[in-house]
């Protein structure tokens, strides 16, 4: 017995990735797919897949089938987020946009940390990839009080990272052979890392609390299609060694099937998580100062993979159905 579901926005790099993840998931079945731009077309012929007769529909023929739905995806911008958010109201979402991070009373859909919250959630924030690297490879030394003074952060992330544009400057071939910063000191991401951050630190989120620390996020777009790698560099608040680090990490994310814990910092690669839902972390350290690598696929782990995760916690199913084939990379 498959759950039907709706997704809109399915033209997006995230929304075509949940198409092609929900063509096979093995208990949920795709109800309708919005999006305007494509109406009409089949679905199949964008994401390769076999999505039997289905086509693509305008937004508005999707609302009145995502209302039949045991839930609805929306890989759509802020603003048309907010809205469907309001035309559902009571059914179950997934928001893959920073529509609803910063609403109160809304669950933050990060699978390795809140999951219990996510499980009991109608809506869900979809945490941006930025984010979900910075977070899974922070949240230990935070959670122990290990960070002393700010949370220093060098991220490069691929084309994809910033959806479909139509911006010559943006696309790949303009891209190769160069590296740059954008968004310095003013990365969107940033409030929500330290939201997330502040509430498992040591005595709880507040700008007072010395366990809870700022970050500072420089992000840098890379000449590839898709991954993110991140370097994190800290002063501890004690001496550690790399092997103690290493240990509290694995105890963090024991069990946990999207995070992988490497040797070192210099044992992480893009290469190893592209095409897979897992977050990669390694740690090396020495006396007080800390360095903290992470790789995933932005738009697996950094967006669609992990929205399958929210939705299947929060239909009652077991959060890797549907993904477990993509861990084989890893």
Do not use: W
Request: hydrophobic share 45%; proline share 5%.
């Amino acid at each position: 017995m498959h759950l039907d579901v709706a997704l809109f926005g399915a033209a997006g790099y995230a929304g075509l990735e949940l198409a092609k993840l929900l063509a096979t998931h093995p208990d949920v079945r795709l109800a309708c797919v919005a999006s305007d731009t494509h109406a009409g077309k089949p679905v199949g012929e964008l994401t390769g897949r076999d999505h039997g007769s289905l086509v693509f529909t305008t937004t508005e023929e999707a609302l009145g089938v995502a209302t039949r739905c045991a839930a609805a995806l929306l890989a759509v911008p802020p603003q048309a987020a907010g809205r469907l958010a309001t035309a559902l109201a009571g059914a179950k979402l997934v928001d893959l946009s920073h529509a609803h991070r910063a609403t109160p009373g809304v669950v933050y859909g990060l699978t390795s940390l809140f999951s219990a919250e996510i499980s009991a959630a109608k809506l869900v924030a979809n945490p941006g990839c930025y984010a979900t690297a910075v977070i899974t490879a922070a949240a230990p030394l935070v959670r122990h009080g290990l960070v002393n003074g700010e949370l220093v952060v060098t991220a490069g992330s691929g084309v994809t990272g910033a959806g479909r544009s139509s911006d010559e400057a943006m696309s790949l071939g303009e891209m190769y052979g160069e590296v740059r910063a954008y968004k310095v000191l003013r990365h969107q991401h940033v409030p929500e890392i330290e939201a997330a951050l502040g509430r498992i630190a040591q005595g709880g989120p507040s700008r007072d609390n010395p366990n809870s620390p700022r970050v500072i996020l420089t992000t840098h777009l890379l000449p590839i299609a898709r991954g993110i790698f991140g370097t994190l560099t800290v002063r501890l608040s004690r001496p550690m060694t790399s092997g103690a680090l290493h240990e509290l990490f694995r105890a963090e994310y024991a069990g946990d099937p999207t995070v992988v814990i490497a040797g070192g910092a210099e044992d992480v690669s893009l290469r190893r998580v592209v095409g897979t839902n897992r977050c990669l972390v390694g740690i090396t350290a020495e006396e007080r100062t800390a360095v903290v690598t992470v790789a995933l696929d932005n738009l697996l782990k950094g967006a669609a993979g992990q929205a399958l995760e929210n939705l299947n916690l929060m239909l009652g199913m077991p959060r890797m159905a549907g993904l477990a084939h993509l861990a084989r990379h890893a």
